[in-house]
């Protein structure tokens, strides 16, 4: 379990962290997200007592990372920044850590497996490829096997099977019982990797629930209808309070109405279907809008036409 508690932390007089309280519980993938800047990758070093607060508390396991007898074994962690001495192997580079903690080389060679390096453990790792360096950083915070996984971008540079794979191992550590807590700015990846989320802007919490509600919350639900009957489905839906967006001769948008109820209106008129799909929003549009205010550095508006 992960507790962070009125955590805030200042840069001059930039406030990166701003009074941010959440628990993260052991069991699912939980989604850390913000837009650029919002203080992610900040509330991470704070939980991993690389940076002290100025303000608040960050605990694992109800203790400070610092007071963890073995933290490696109790927090494993992947931040953005590569930490590797470059001139090393990967295999060394891992033994070393392992050493630091009393971590049997048997250990070693089942996370070397696992993320997929035996082939190149014992080439340098500074002429590995950003995938690579990630599968590397993957295998170092799974070397003490612990319970609480803190990860900072691990899609980073992963190519699409990569992405998959990692994908798979952090929901299967989740559902082995442990704390997963990940960020990620690829919106479509969250969606179907975390159950629940906790999203930020400008340091301060905006969200913290489930992925599905977060999509609901901020997306309206639409049914996509195709039909010969257009016009007068349009008339009939609108008569009892849809509200219908026509597309072209035979396609409906319609929003303020469930699509069993559309299907009900049209057998009720004869009027023939030829789909009838309700679509939901995507997690990307969801962010966008809860996130709008708290954008650091956006696009504006092209001017003109872009050729
Ligand atoms: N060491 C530092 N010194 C000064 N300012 C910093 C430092 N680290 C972070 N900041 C500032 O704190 C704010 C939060 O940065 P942080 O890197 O935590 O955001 P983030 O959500 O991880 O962003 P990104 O998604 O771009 O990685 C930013 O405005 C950043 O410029």
Known sequence: MIEAENLT????????????????VPGRVTGFLG??????????????????????????????????????????????ARAVHTGRSAYNHLLCLAQTQGISKKRLEEVVELVGLTGVARKRA?????????????????LGDPSVLILDEPVN?????????IRTL?????AEGRTVFVSSHLMNEMAVTAEHLIVIGRGRLIADCSTEEFIERST??????RTPDAQRLATVVAEEGGKVQPDGDS???????????????????????HELTPRRGSLEEAFMELTRESVEYGASEPKGELR
């Open 9 to 24: 932390k200042r840069y001059g007089d930039r406030t990166a962290v701003d009074d941010l309280s959440f628990t993260v």
């Open 170 to 174: 952090m929901q299967r550590l989740a």
């Open 251 to 273: 396609l409906l948008t319609v929003t303020h109405m469930e699509a069993p109820r559309i299907g009900e209106l049209a057998a009720a008129e004869g009027l023939v279907l």
């Open 126 to 142: 500074g002429g590995f490829s950003l995938g690579m360096g990630q599968r590397l950083g993957i295998a170092a915070a799974l």
């Open 35 to 80: 837009p650029n800047g919002a203080g992610k990758s900040t509330t991470m070093r704070l939980l991993l007592g690389l940076d002290r607060p100025h303000r608040g508390d960050a605990r694992i396991h109800g203790r400070h990372y610092v007071d963890l007898p073995e933290p490696m074994r109790v927090v494993g962690a992947l931040l953005e």
């Open 220 to 225: 309206e639900k639409m049914v996509v209808v």
């Open 157 to 165: 540079g992963l190519d699409p099977e990569g992405i998959v794979w």
